[in-house]
């Protein structure tokens, strides 16, 4: 009677078996070049590539969550979007996803270290509106995800371990990092 939804509307809905599936595969390394020696001035794709972190997890970022003494980055929340609306959680997708990543001294660089508040203030419009700016001016075409593929490539062939790699990258099942790892192998074999 007042609009409010009680219940789960899509619920009853079943997802059809035996649709394709693709694998997601990491930029190209040309492109992945291209964003690191872009000067331009949203980092927020520089992030991505050398965190790991989900878009998501990359929105909700605040200057306070760079430990420029220990160079580390904590992770315990997200931004998530009802229709265009940011809106932060103070959870991460797993409870995996809480955690402490490494903070590159090539992004610290980068990252003003006299500011307080969000790095990244966005409703969906204006992030998908800046993201595609960022593609062309850079001359690039891939997804936010597609970056956190290429961290996990560079983790692989860093000979970063299959437990650790599930640590930095936040995931709840070690079996998802195995597979990306097995993935990234046989794609480098064939």
Request: hydrophobic letters at 35%; one cysteine or more; aromatic letters at 8%.
């Amino acid at each position: 009677i007042d609009g409010t939804v009680t219940n789960n509307p899509a619920s009853a809905c079943i997802i059809p078996r035996g649709l394709p599936k693709t694998d997601r595969e990491p930029p190209e390394d040309e492109e992945i070049r291209k964003v690191i020696e872009s000067d331009d001035e949203w980092i927020f794709p520089k992030i991505l590539l050398y965190t790991g972190m989900r878009r998501g997890e990359a929105l909700a970022l605040t200057y306070e969550d760079f430990d420029f003494n220990q160079m580390l980055i904590n992770v315990d929340k997200e931004i998530i979007y009802r229709s265009n609306t940011p809106m932060l959680v103070h959870h991460t997708k797993t409870a995996s996803g809480k955690r402490k990543i490494i903070l590159p001294d090539v992004l610290a660089e980068e990252i003003p270290k006299d500011r307080k508040g969000p790095l990244f203030d966005l409703n969906y419009r204006t992030f998908r509106t800046q993201w595609s700016h960022y593609c062309k001016r850079v001359g690039v075409s891939f997804t936010p995800h597609q970056l956190r593929h290429a961290y996990a490539s560079m983790l692989y062939d860093a000979g970063i371990g299959v437990k650790e790699a599930q640590k930095l990258l936040g995931h709840s099942d070690v079996s998802t990092t195995q597979n990306i790892y097995t993935h990234i192998m046989n794609s480098r074999n064939s």
